[in-house]
């Protein structure tokens, strides 16, 4: 067990042997802590968590009371493979979140990036990868495997199915099932899950100028026509376009997917 000298942890909480406390993280009353877990400077465990498995948890990270974080998969295929679960720097995991590390079919690796809010009762399934800003509201589930790109927002009591990948900057509205890939930038909504435009509101905020959403704007409409399939489309954009935003959903739809798409109506 390495614990600094300046970290905080509650007499009531448990450490076991081989964690590693980094300096000034704070653990409150009836914490559980694993062997394996890394906690880096400035992480405060509240009370009442439960942190285990081969677990890294990122500077400024915040972890809320009853989450459990890095226990073992809800797969069948898992049979105690020392697989990982890392969670990057500045994130906030409220309240009864569920964080499962990945499993050796999968990866190996879960994995969440920085500045990301997982609200009340939110569950990441294992080999997930999550970028930094994310948003997933209030018991949001994510189906194993899922690939969750940068800057989405995923509305209250919705789910993913596994294996999707969200492009960046998308975003899911509360309440949907979302089974096929969401292309970058698209907006989402309704229990079957539908491409109903792009997500102008979060483009605006991240002060894109109007040239580029107008771009964006083009490209959707192009991607709307019924002219060969959807890849082909995406193609002839990446060819027609020089817009880097553009590029980005190209390059996303062109991708490796196990998923069908989201197409714009």
Not at 47 to 63: L, P, R, W
Not at 167 to 188: C, R, T
Not at 209 to 222: G, H, P, T, V
Request: glycine share 12%; charged share 20%; with cysteine.
């Amino acid at each position: 067990m390495t614990i600094d000298a300046s970290a905080r942890i509650h007499p009531q909480a448990v450490i076991d042997e081989g964690a590693i406390i980094g300096a000034n993280v704070s653990i409150g009353p009836f914490s559980v802590i694993g062997p394996k877990v890394v906690l880096k400077d400035g992480v405060v465990i509240k009370s009442h968590v439960v942190i285990t498995g081969n677990t890294e948890i990122g500077a400024e990270t915040v972890v809320f009371p009853f989450s459990v974080i890095g226990e073992i998969p809800q797969d069948l295929k898992f049979h105690g493979e020392d697989t990982r679960l890392v969670i990057g720097a500045r994130n906030r995991i409220r309240e009864h979140v569920t964080i499962n590390p990945g499993t050796e079919g999968g990866g190996g690796i879960t994995s969440i990036d920085d500045d990301c809010l997982l609200m009340a009762g939110v569950h990441v399934a294992h080999d997930c990868r999550i970028g930094s800003r994310v948003i997933l509201v209030n018991n949001v589930g994510i189906a194993g495997h899922c690939r969750i790109a940068d800057d989405v927002i995923i509305g209250g009591i919705s789910g993913v199915h596994q294996w999707v990948r969200i492009g960046q900057g998308a975003i899911i509205g509360g309440l949907s099932k979302v089974e096929k890939d969401v292309m970058p930038f698209g907006m989402v909504q309704g229990a079957a899950a539908r491409l109903v435009g792009l997500n102008l509101i979060g483009l605006k905020r991240r002060g894109l100028e109007r040239i580029d959403i107008a771009e964006l704007r083009a490209a959707y409409k192009a991607l709307a026509t019924d002219e060969g399939t959807f890849q082909e489309r995406a193609r002839a954009l990446g060819e027609a376009s020089t817009s880097e935003h553009v590029q980005t959903i190209v390059d996303f739809i062109t991708g490796e997917s196990d998923r069908n798409f989201l197409t714009p109506e």
